[in-house]
C-alpha cells in the first residue's frame, strides 16, 4: 500500500438540485454517485421526471424534502431561485431534446449548470445555449466524464509539455455491441430514446458516443479539428439513426486522425481507446483498462505508466484518490468532473477566480461536438465529401 | 451504454462513527467514501486520532459536530451508546494493535463493528475478541474488502455450484515494492508502523497482505487449510518484521496451494492474484484488473467474464453498479462491504435476519487470518516444517 | 507438451532459383529460410544481385554450385529452362520494380514463380503480368506471407462458416514507426529503396504494408472492396512517397470498414490486426501475437482461441507444426505459404490437380493489391473521393 | 518492415544422425526443424525407432540413404564411427531411459552429443554419464530448448550486469493440464511414456517440466540452488507420477524462490514463467509471448522491451533472425540450441576453441537437473523437509 494520503472531503458541500434521473434512468444515479463521492454536493431538490408521479416517487426515494420535489424543472429553477438556501447548481440528466430548454431556465437565474452531452438536440439548441451561457455568470460544465480519468490527465499533460513533439496523427475509437439487434423494438428504454431521432438528435452512435470520442481526442492533443469527412451507416433494420460511424480528420497544425464510433460491433463493450502520435513519442490509452498509459518515446522501450505511479505528473495526481495499483474507475473519473466543478462553485461562491489547475468541459466543448455531428451528417449526405467543422 | 440501472441509495441513513482515520492516516479516507458511495452511512462522531488536537483538527475538517468529536474511543463508546441517535455502528480504522481495544468498548455496548484486517495484532487478543463476539448482539464486520470486488464474488459462486470439479490446486499471490528499500527509515508513517511489531503484531508482509491473499483463497474456494509450510524471510537490512513470505498449503478435502506475499518485488504495486483449478476447470482473477475473470472449462476454449457482461451471475449483479465495460474499481470492491454491512445492519434494525445472500467477512475470517499468521511463523521458525492452523 | 506430431518433410525436394536476396537484402534470407524449414525445397540456382561481383561471392556464401550462380535473371530463366535437372521454381524477391521482367522471364518457360509482393510498381505491369500467368502452365504464387498464420486461417474459416454472421465491418491495421524519422537520408539501404518511387511504386507505406492490411482483410472475409476513399500523407520533410494512409472501404455486400497504414507512429513495431465484426459475432487477430484469435459470438463471453487448442479447425491444424502454447511465429507463417506452393507445385509435378484445401495468394490478389494501391492514390488525389477499385 | 538483415546460413554442413524421433514422436521432427532452420546441419543416418520396421520406414520417409538407416543405435555409432565421412554429431530424442546408454556409444566414439532432457532416468546413470562426458573428447549439449529463446538470453545478460542489483526472488512455473484427465488410460504414446517411471524416471511433472522451469531459473539468474523443500502430489487417480509440484527454493549468497509445475491446470497450455527481482528492479518473462520482456527498474515505469528492438543488448540480438515486430517462436528458439551448438562444434572441426560468446546448456546443467528432481523426491518423502542439492 504506497503512502499518499487519499483526496479528503472538505465542508460546505453544494446544494444540488437535478433535472432527469428518475427510477429508470441510468446515468443520473451515475451522477449521485459522483457528485456524492468526494462529499462536495449535497442533493436537495429535483424535478427527476417528466411524469409527476414519476418524479415524486423517485423524490421521495432519494430522501428529498416533500416542497422540493417539482414535477417541472421551470417550475424547480423560479423557486429554488427565490428561496433561502435554494440550489446553487443543478445537474440535467435528460434526454439530449431537453438540454436546452433545461439549461436556460437555471442559467438565466445564475444557477451554475452540470449538463449531460451531447449539448443539445440540435445546432439551434446549441447556439442559442451557448449565447446564453456566455451572458450568464454562472458556470456551465458539461459531464464529457472520460476527460476526469486521472491518465487522460496525464497524457494530456505530456502532449502540452511537448513529450510527443509535433503531434502528427490521433486514432480514436468508441466501440460497443450492444445495439447488433434492434434492442429498440423490445421497448428497452436506454435504446428506445437513443435511436430516436426527436429525442436524441440527428447523431445515433456519433452524437451518443462519437462525442465522447471527439472531444477526448480534443481534450488530450489541445488540437481544434478543421475538416472532416465520414461515412455514417445504419446496419440494423428499421433503425432510424446511425448505428455505424467512420470519419477521417484534419486538425489545425497538419495532424490527421481517424475516429470510429459504433454500437454493432460483437465483444466490444464500451471500447474507448486514444492513440496519439507525434514526431518524437506516443501514447495509448483504454477506458477499460484506464489505469494505465503506454508511453512509447521514438527509439526508446515502451514505457507503462500507472496511475499515482512513477511517472505521474501533477495533472493526473491532483484527481487521484488513491495509490497505485489500486484501480479507479468510471464513477471516480467522472467524480472528478463533479470535483473539478465543485472547485469551481466554491470559488465563485467565494469570489475567487477559478484556480488555473481546475479543468473541466465547458459548453465551448459541447458546441465543438455538436459541430462535430453536423459535420458528420452533411459529410454523409455528401457522399464523405470533406467539410468544415463550424467551431466559432 | 448498455442499460441496466445502477445501485439505487436508499433512505434511512446508518449512524456511523469512526475510530482513527485522522488527518495523515491512508485508510481512514478509503472508508468514508466507501460509506458515502452508496448513501447508506452518514458519518457523525468520530475519534480520529490518539492525539486530541489532530483528533480535533479532522473532525473539524470532516465536518462532524463538535461535541461528537471525541479524544479518545472509550469515551466515544460511552457517550454515543448513551446519547439520543447516538452511533449504530463504528469503524476501526487503526493501526492493528489498538483494534481488539476499541473493538471491544463497542461490541460490549452492542454498537455494530466495521473493523479492518488483520483481526488484532496477537493471537491472544484475536481469541478475547471472538468470544466476546460471540456473545454481543452487534455485528462484526472484517474489511478484507477484496471479497467485495463482484468479480471475486462470480468466481465464489462458479466453485461453489461445482463448475471447476473438485477443487485441486489454490494459487494465489499479493506482490508489491513499495518496502523494496528502507522506507521506514525515512519516516514515511505508512512503512513506519506497518514494519513495527509493536503496532502490526509478529507478521509483516504476511499481515499486511498475506492475510488478504489467504482470506482470498478460502473466500472462493470455500476451502479450510488445514496444514502449511512457511518461509518467512526479511531481505532488506535492520528491517523487524518479514517483507516476503512463500508458503505451501493443504486445504482439507486435498486441494494444495502456494501463497506468496512480497513488499520488495520491483514493478509490483498491488499484485494480488488469484488462481484456482478444478479437476473440469481454472478460474484466474487479479485485483490490478478486476471485471474480469478468465474462466477455462476443461478442454475448451478461455472465457473472459466481465463485470455485468454476458456469463455474470446473480451473485456478481447484486454488488455491481454499473454497465459492463465502464471499470469498477477499488473503491467500488470496498464500497460493496460497506453495502452488505448496511444490508445486515437494517435487518437488525428492522428486526429481520439478515438476507441470506448478503455475504462479508465476519469475526471468524479474522480469526483464521491471525492463525494463518501464527503458524506461518511457527513453520518458519521450525525452518519450514508443516504445521497445523488452528482455525476452530 | 501436448501430443499431436509436428509436420513431417516428404523428400522429392522441389528445385528452387533465386532472384535477388543477396548479401545485404533482408527478405531474401526470410524466404530461404521459409522454403527450407519443412524441407520441400532445395536452392540449386541463383541471380542474387544486380551487381555481379555481389551475385558471385552471395552465392558462394549460399553454397551454391559456381555454374548455377548468375550475374542476371534472364541468362538463368534461359539455362535453367534448358538444363536437365533445372529449376523447378524461382523465388522473386528484389525491390518491387524489378518483379514484373522477371516473373516474365520465368512464367513464359514455365518455370512456377513465387513473388514477393507488392505485385508489381506499376498498374501496366501488373495487367500485363496478370495476362502472362494467365496463359502459363507455371503457378503464380504471391507471398502475402500474413495468410499463412494458422490462426489467420482460422478466422477465414469461421467467417466462411458463417460464424458471425452476415459481415458488416472490417478494420484493418498495419503500423510502424521505422520511418518516423528521414532514415533514407542515413543511406539505410531498406529504407532508401522502400522510399522512392523509382523502386517501390507510387505507394509508400500504402504500398509497402497497407497492401498486406488489404489482403488480410480480403483473405479473411473473402469480401470484395468496391469502393475506397483515402486520406495519404507525408509527414516527413523531404520524403516522396506517403508514409501514412487513412482509408475508408465499402465492400461488396454492404460492409464497411477503415484501414491504417502508418510508418510514422512511435512505439508500433509490426502492428498488423484485424477486427472483423458480423451480426451475429466478431473476431479479433494481431500479428505481433498470432497463436491467438478472440472470437466475441454476440451476446455472450469472449472466447479466446489458440493455434492448435481447443476450438482450433481443419483450416489452422493443417498449418500448424506444434502444439498450442508453444508460440509460432513469423517465419513459420511464411513458411506456411511455401508449403502451399510445394503442395500446388508436387501436384503438377505429379499430373495431379491441385488439392482443394491448399490455399496460397495468387496473380489477383496480386492485382488486387495494385488496383487498391491505384484507387488509393487517385482518391487522395482528389481529396478523398470515393473512387472505384478495379478489381476484375 | 525493420532493417537488420536475418541470420544467415554458411556452408560445410555438420553431419548429423538421429537416435529416436521416428514416425509417432513428437520431439524428434522438432529437433529436425530446428537443426535445418539455419541450414547448419545435414541429416544422415538415424536409428530412429527401436522397432526395426519402424525405423527403416521412418529412415525411408525423411530421405536416408538405405545403408545409415539403422535398426539400433550401437550398431550406428560403430559405424558411423568408422566410415569415411561419418556423422560428427548425434541428436539423442528418444525417451528418458535410453539417453544414458546412447549418449555413452556416441561419446566415447568422439561424435558430439545433442541430448533431449531430463539428462537420464536415474541418477546413478546420470553420474556415469557425466563421468563420461568428462573425459570424452566430444561436446555434450543438453536442449533445455528455452535457453534459447533471446529475451531469454536477455534477461541473462541484464542480470549478469547487475541491472537489477542483488537478486532476491525467483519465481518460475511452467503450468500445463493436458493430464488433467487420465490421458495414459486412453494409450496417448505422449502421456503413456511420460508418465511411466520406467521410462520417464521418477519425477513427473517434475521431471518432464519442473526441469526447463529450474534451468531456466538457473540459468537466468546465473544462481545456484542450494536447498529446497518440495511437495509433490498426484492428482488424478492411479497415475504413478507426480502430476504437481510445489516447490520452496533457496540460492547461494540468500535468494529464495518458489517453482511450480503442473499438468492439471486447465487453461494453461504451456506456461513456462519466469519472474526474478533485485533490489534494483525486476525481470518477468512468459513462454507464451516470447517476444517480449517486462523491466521494471525500481521506482520507475516498467518496461517492456522487445527482441531486437530498442533496449535489446547484444546476447539477445545474436540470437535473433528477424526484425522487431515480427514474433520468433519455440523453433527458433529450439534452433538456437542447434546453432550454438553448430558454433561449437565447427569452432571443434578446425580446432579453434569455442568462442566465448556461445552458450548451450551442459551436461551440468543436465546433472543440477537431475539433482532437482531427485531432492524433490527426497523432500516430498519427509514431508517436505529442506534438503540439500547435490549438485558438485
Not at 24 to 39: K, M, Q, S
Not at 228 to 233: E, G, I, N, R
Amino acid at each position: 500500500m504506497a503512502i499518499e494520503a487519499a483526496n479528503e472531503a472538505r465542508p460546505a458541500r453544494i446544494r444540488l438540485g437535478m433535472v432527469g434521473g428518475g427510477k429508470d434512468a441510468f446515468i443520473g444515479a451515475v451522477h449521485r454517485i459522483a457528485a456524492r463521492l468526494d462529499d462536495q454536493f449535497e442533493l436537495v431538490a429535483g424535478a427527476l421526471s417528466s411524469t409527476p408521479e414519476k418524479a415524486r416517487e423517485s423524490g421521495e426515494m432519494l430522501g428529498l424534502a416533500p416542497d422540493r420535489i417539482y414535477g417541472d424543472f421551470r417550475e424547480m429553477a423560479i423557486r429554488e431561485a427565490r428561496i433561502r438556501n435554494g440550489i446553487e447548481a443543478v445537474a440535467i440528466v435528460t434526454p439530449n431534446h431537453v438540454h436546452y430548454q433545461a439549461a436556460r431556465e437555471f442559467l438565466k437565474r445564475g444557477i451554475h449548470v452540470i449538463c449531460d452531452k451531447p449539448l443539445t438536440s440540435t445546432m439551434a439548441d446549441a447556439r442559442k445555449l451557448m449565447q446564453l451561457a456566455g451572458k450568464s455568470d454562472a458556470l456551465f460544465i458539461l459531464t464529457h466524464n472520460y476527460t476526469g480519468y486521472p491518465m487522460v490527465r496525464q497524457a494530456r499533460e505530456m502532449v502540452a509539455a511537448g513529450e510527443l513533439g509535433e503531434i502528427r496523427l490521433i486514432h480514436v475509437e468508441y466501440v460497443q455491441d450492444w445495439l447488433s439487434e434492434p434492442l429498440e423494438k423490445s421497448g428497452a428504454k436506454q435504446a428506445v430514446w437513443r435511436t430516436d431521432p426527436a429525442r436524441s438528435g440527428a447523431g445515433g452512435s456519433i452524437g451518443d458516443i462519437g462525442t465522447h470520442a471527439f472531444n477526448l481526442a480534443s481534450f488530450v492533443s489541445g488540437l481544434r479539428a478543421e475538416e472532416l469527412c465520414a461515412d455514417l451507416h445504419t446496419f440494423v433494420e428499421g433503425r432510424q439513426l446511425d448505428d455505424n460511424a467512420h470519419v477521417m480528420l484534419r486538425f489545425a497544425g497538419g495532424a490527421r486522425g481517424m475516429l470510429w464510433s459504433s454500437q454493432v460491433a460483437p465483444g466490444n463493450e464500451n471500447g474507448l481507446k486514444l492513440r496519439i502520435y507525434g514526431a518524437k513519442g506516443g501514447l495509448e490509452w483504454a477506458q477499460e483498462d484506464p489505469n494505465r498509459l503506454w508511453y512509447a518515446p521514438l527509439g526508446e522501450p515502451k514505457r507503462l505508466l500507472t496511475r499515482s505511479g512513477a511517472g505521474a505528473g501533477p495533472a493526473s495526481l491532483r484527481v487521484s484518490r488513491i495509490p497505485p495499483g489500486h484501480p479507479e474507475g468510471y464513477l471516480e473519473g467522472f467524480a472528478n468532473i463533479y470535483a473539478e466543478a465543485a472547485r469551481a462553485i466554491l470559488a465563485r461562491r467565494e469570489g475567487r477566480p477559478v484556480p488555473p489547475e481546475v479543468v473541466y468541459p465547458t459548453i465551448e466543448d459541447g458546441f465543438a461536438g455538436m459541430a462535430f455531428i453536423d459535420a458528420c451528417i452533411r459529410s454523409s449526405q455528401r457522399n464523405g465529401a470533406w467539410v468544415g467543422l463550424q467551431i466559432p
